[in-house]
């Protein structure tokens, strides 16, 4: 069972990228802390309430997920680059649904990593 759970984990985990905001930690708690209080009391209306809670919670997962699904990313680079040099590029999104646009898509330039290994004295 536990293999199991462990793959599932990973599976999801390299399919699923989301980046939690401080929203997203507030509403989570809030979940946390009515569904106690539904427990502990036995309201039924707290129970109710929770159930909401949650599955506007999940709908948002879907909606955010199903807004970056069909996006086409073009990157143009010039034909010649040489190391080390900056060089002016375009980077091109095209939405290939034809139902449901996509909204709020921030395109940010990733900083510099100490991976990429630079030529210096050669």
């Not at 980046?19 to 707290?46: C, E, H």
Request: with cysteine; aromatic share 8%; charged share 15%.
């Amino acid at each position: 069972m536990r293999n199991l759970w462990e793959q599932l984990r990973h599976l999801l985990a390299r399919r699923i990228r989301y980046k939690i905001t401080r929203g997203g930690v507030l509403f989570t708690a809030a979940i946390m802390v009515v569904g106690a209080a539904a427990v502990f009391s036995g309201n039924n209306l707290l129970f109710l309430i929770v159930a909401a809670m949650m599955a506007t919670l999940l709908v948002s997962g879907f909606v955010s997920r199903l807004c970056l699904a069909a996006l086409e990313l073009d990157f143009l680079v010039p034909e010649h680059v040489a190391a080390g040099r900056t060089v002016p590029a375009r980077l091109y999104v095209r939405n290939q649904k034809w139902l449901m646009p996509s909204f709020s898509i921030r395109v940010a330039r990733r900083a510099a990593s100490a991976a990429l290994p630079t030529s210096k004295g050669n």
